[in-house]
């Protein structure tokens, strides 16, 4: 029944899609603003096959290809420096329809997949780099868990050692772990839950969380590098890539003291300025979380803006420019350009 429904849920949206691209909806709907557009990793089908990446996290690269040359054609396609100029200036187009391209994270696949279809295009695009991993084998953590889950699952036994990962889980989460942990044997989406749960913990506790999977299930995260290094960075900044900061340690902002916050927003913006490489002063929140406080912050320390990844898009004025909203784009609601189009206007609320 759920299946049936989802597939009625999705022909519809598809519908839709294609009836207000025939309509050029998006033409109209967007004159006189800027969609900044948020992408994670490209990657390629194959690597979809073989590793643990949420839904929400990637779009193909053929998909990425078919999306850039569409916002080519229909976009005034923006740097962030211009974008910020524009804001400054007040040499607002009324009639144009703007677009800047974003990535969080850094990932090694934006410069192997990304970048060529930017270069070849000739359109900008801003990366947000956390600035401890580049040029480094670690992981994220949530990568690191979702790795290791899909890596038991895969086994001829699955998920090993339940009893053992109910305890650790217990410890965590106290009696939610029980009804968690029966999930993660057969559904991948119990994954995604773990996560979304670990983002509110210290990140001692996920790390103690991590060190008791990877012992329990008889699971090593690979030292395979999946984020740029610095070489990679100076070679896309001469290429019409700019780099803004996703602080240092890719913490979530809301769950540390304001001196971190601090020492976040401040030594990246060091790292990023003595690399010699096209520096946006534009700070990108981890998992795009923030308050007040932290937007404060944020500005007090020079930044110009930050981005959200609450959806929307801006016009004329920002409504909050330490607080931008940002069009997420992922394959599974985007993979069509008529459904690409339907996000930007802000017809697919879905934001993961």
Not at 87 to 107: E, L, M, N, S
Not at 207 to 231: K, Q
Not at 234 to 249: A, D, N, P
Request: proline share 3%; charged share 20%; aromatic share 8%.
């Amino acid at each position: 029944m759920g299946s049936s429904i989802s597939r009625l849920k999705s022909a519809t949206r598809t519908s839709i899609a294609w009836a207000a691209h025939a309509c050029s909806l998006h033409q109209f709907r967007l004159r006189g603003k800027v969609a900044i557009l948020m992408y994670h990793r490209v990657l390629t089908r194959e690597e979809v096959a073989c590793q643990a990446v949420q839904p929400g996290m990637y779009v193909l690269d053929t998909v990425f290809a078919q999306q850039m040359a569409f916002v080519r054609e229909t976009f005034t396609v923006l740097s962030f420096r211009q974008l910020l100029d524009l804001w400054q200036t007040g040499k607002w187009d009324k009639q144009a329809r703007y677009c800047v391209v974003t990535f969080d994270d850094g990932w090694l696949d934006n410069y192997r997949h990304a970048y060529p279809v930017l270069k070849r295009l000739g359109l900008p695009a801003t990366i947000f780099l956390p600035t401890d991993y580049v040029s480094t084998n670690q992981w994220f953590w949530p990568d690191r868990i979702a790795h290791l889950l899909r890596s038991a699952r895969s086994a001829e036994q699955g998920i090993k050692h339940v009893q053992q990962i109910e305890r650790v889980l217990l410890n965590l989460f106290g009696v939610a772990g029980e009804s968690l942990v029966k999930a993660l044997v057969n559904d991948e989406r119990a994954t995604d839950q773990l996560i979304d749960w670990c983002k509110e913990l210290p990140k001692d506790q996920i790390e103690m969380l991590i060190a008791a999977l990877a012992v329990e299930l008889g699971v090593s995260v690979p030292v395979d590098r999946v984020v740029v290094n610095w070489e990679e960075v100076r070679e896309m900044s001469q290429g019409g890539i700019s780099f803004g900061s996703h602080s240092c340690s890719h913490r979530i902002m809301t769950t540390i003291s304001p001196s971190e916050v601090s020492q976040e927003l401040e030594q990246s913006e060091c790292v990023l300025q003595r690399a010699g490489i096209d520096y946006v002063p534009v700070f990108c929140y981890p998992n795009g979380n923030s308050d007040v406080a932290i937007q404060a912050q944020a500005k007090a320390h020079g930044y110009e803006a930050a981005v959200s990844v609450q959806m929307g898009v801006e016009g004329t004025h920002p409504r909050n420019r330490f607080a931008l909203r940002r069009v997420g784009i992922h394959n599974d609601v985007t993979y069509s350009i008529p459904l690409f189009s339907l996000r930007l206007c802000g017809l697919l609320s879905r934001t993961k």
